[in-house]
């Protein structure tokens, strides 16, 4: 976000400079209540599993990068800034009154206090119970809206080749799997998926569940053109079709996270791999004689 700099008229104070030798890895940690979950360089690049504008993910997961204490980049949602874009997002204010929030001064004229208290907003319980019937209303629809998508496009050769030729499926095993409803795609091109989830979902309800940060022009699943179905549809997580970028998470889950993927057999014992692609994997195997197929995490 690019900021011009106003000054205090008479004053000679800058506002936005003041503001942006704050520290940002404080501000994190207490207007957000985000815990590092990672350092690099020597201190120079803090992990978080909270992003200002797309919000939290697993507690030890790498979703949003600090450097040098200054400046911000989720690679979930691709939102970046400084403190001021943070506390801006945060607070629900403009540029300007976020940096004068920041610095302590009051946003009528001429005033001066003590900074405010940077504190994590507090949620009420009813709105986590509207974001969960919420969430049990989107999964269905996202559901309904992969085999729209499937049933106009087949599911993109680059998606196909990733499933195919990088995690090792069979194509009749990837068949099985989207006749199942464990597996579903969603356009690639982030306008174009947009667009399918708006007509078929509608903005509002992505935004009650938590998929669609108000702030933002798409929803921050976009991009991740493959969706793994938990059962009973009340979780989903959203994948990247390539190998993940450094400090790139490969996989955002939405819906509680303590149910396990599963593929069911028809004879033999239960297996218990690491996440959904072994499961996937197992099946194309001739003969393989399990029952059930049990998933306990991503991989």
């Not at 819906?255 to 959904?276: C, D, H, L, Q, Y």
């Amino acid at each position: 976000m690019a900021l011009k700099s106003p000054f205090n008229p008479g004053s000679g104070q800058d506002y936005f400079e003041e503001a942006k030798q704050l520290s940002l890895n404080a501000f994190m940690q207490t207007a957000l209540n985000a815990k590092p979950t990672a350092r690099g360089q020597g201190g120079r690049h803090i992990h978080y599993s909270f992003c200002p504008s797309c919000g939290a993910s697993t507690p030890q997961s790498t979703k949003l990068e600090v450097t040098d204490d200054r400046l911000y980049h989720c690679f979930a949602c691709a939102d970046a800034g400084s403190i001021i874009d943070a506390a801006a997002i945060t607070w629900g204010c403009e540029p300007l009154e976020a940096a004068k929030r920041l610095v302590g001064v009051i946003v009528s004229p001429n005033q001066r206090a003590k900074p405010l208290p940077v504190v994590a907003p507090e949620i009420p319980d009813e709105h986590a119970e509207l974001r969960r019937a919420a969430q049990r209303q989107v999964f269905p629809k996202i559901g309904v809206s992969t085999l729209i998508f499937a049933h106009r496009q087949k599911p993109e050769p680059e998606v196909l080749k990733y499933l195919t030729e990088d995690r090792g499926l069979s194509l009749p095993v990837i068949r099985e799997a989207w006749c199942r409803q464990l597996i579903g795609f969603l356009p690639s091109d982030p306008h174009q998926c947009t667009e399918l989830l708006s007509r078929e979902i509608g903005q509002d309800l992505l935004v009650e569940s938590g998929i669609w940060n108000p702030a933002r022009r798409m929803p921050g699943i976009v991009g991740r053109p493959l969706v793994f179905f938990l059962p009973g549809l009340n979780s989903a997580e959203f994948r990247l079709a390539r190998p993940e970028r450094e400090g790139e998470r490969k996989g955002l889950r939405y819906g509680p996270g303590n149910i396990p993927w599963f593929w069911r057999g028809t004879s033999g014992k239960t297996a218990v791999v690491e996440g959904m692609f072994d499961v996937l994997r197992i099946p194309g195997h001739r003969g393989h004689p399990f029952r059930l197929i049990v998933g306990s995490d991503s991989d």
